[in-house]
């Protein structure tokens, strides 16, 4: 099984290739689907102003594609501006359901200069999924991604 680290060199390599903004999105959510088994859902959203807008994701289609800053564990990492793990959605009351199947996320904010772009959103079928090995990878490709909006 890929490490983490494997993983981050394999995306840095891929967005390298060039491509726009939109097809670095698209290449980063489908390399993480492909090689993260725990990850069941992944998407990107785009801040188009005071809404976050579902951009690439691989995953069940959710009924989520535009969330308001401040709503849901999307719209708290946004206002926060800073990474959200949540071990079980269904004990937290920001939880917006995607699937009744998930059971963790992560949240993390894509940032430039200190304003969010976007972010990244995964959701796990499996409890308590995300630890600090995640998070520390995902923020390294937001910066990565921040770098190609
Ligand atoms: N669970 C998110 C909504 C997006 S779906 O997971 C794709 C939230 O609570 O903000």
Not at 33 to 45: C, E, L
Not at 106 to 113: A, S
Not at 118 to 126: F, K, L, N, V
Request: proline share 6%.
């Amino acid at each position: 099984m890929p490490t983490h680290d494997d993983i981050l060199t394999e995306i840095r390599m891929a967005l390298a290739q060039g491509g726009d903004a939109r097809q670095a999105l698209s290449t980063t959510v489908a390399a993480l689907k492909s090689r993260m088994p725990d990850y069941t859902w992944v998407g990107v959203y785009l801040l188009e102003g005071n809404e976050l807008v579902l951009g690439p994701f691989e995953g069940k289609p959710s009924p989520h594609e535009r969330i308001p800053l401040g709503r849901g564990i999307c719209g708290a990492a946004a206002a926060e501006k800073s990474t959200i793990i949540v071990d079980d959605v269904n004990a937290d009351p920001r939880y917006l359901a995607c699937s009744v199947d998930t059971r963790s996320e992560i949240v993390v904010p894509i940032m430039r200069d200190g304003e969010v772009l976007g972010e990244i959103d995964i959701d796990s079928d499996r409890p308590a999924a995300f630890g600090d090995a995640d998070r520390r990878l995902l923020e390294s490709v937001a910066e990565l991604l921040a770098e190609r909006l």
